[in-house]
Nanobody, 115 residues
Framework: QVQLVESGGGLVQAWGSLRLSCAAS????????MGWYRQAPGKQRELVAV???????NYADSVKGRFSISRDNAKNTVYLQMNSLKPEDTSGYYC?????????WGQGTQVTVSS
């Protein structure tokens, strides 16, 4: 079992920044893939960013150049740095981890961007 706890969400004005954190209950050194999804009410879930064990990253087109995902294996934490936030980034953000072909989820953290 892997427990994930997100933090760092909140209310921010447009063009502001937030950093989300996802703390895992186990060492993430051996977890091949971690990442962030987001889902707003009435909208489809969107994969925002992914990072592999080798720190390769991939981003949704909608956040490229604004968001950055990173991992700190020593702290068992994955981060999502979000810059130049837009109102359309308003959503629940959910961290996930893939381990042994099982996907684990955090409880989510809300990000609200005001115009």
């Amino acid at each position: 079992q892997v427990q994930l706890v997100e933090s760092g969400g909140g209310l921010v004005q447009a063009w502001g920044s937030l950093r989300l954190s996802c703390a895992a209950s186990i060492t993430i050194f051996g977890i091949n893939t971690m990442g962030w999804y987001r889902q707003a009410p009435g909208k489809q879930r969107e994969l925002v960013a992914v990072i592999t064990r080798g720190s390769s990253t991939n981003y949704a087109d909608s956040v490229k150049g604004r968001f950055s995902i990173s991992r700190d294996n020593a702290k068992n934490t994955v981060y999502l740095q979000m810059n130049s936030l837009k109102p359309e980034d308003t959503s629940g953000y959910y961290c996930y981890a893939m381990r042994d072909e099982v996907r684990y989820w955090g409880q989510g953290t809300q990000v609200t961007v005001s115009s």
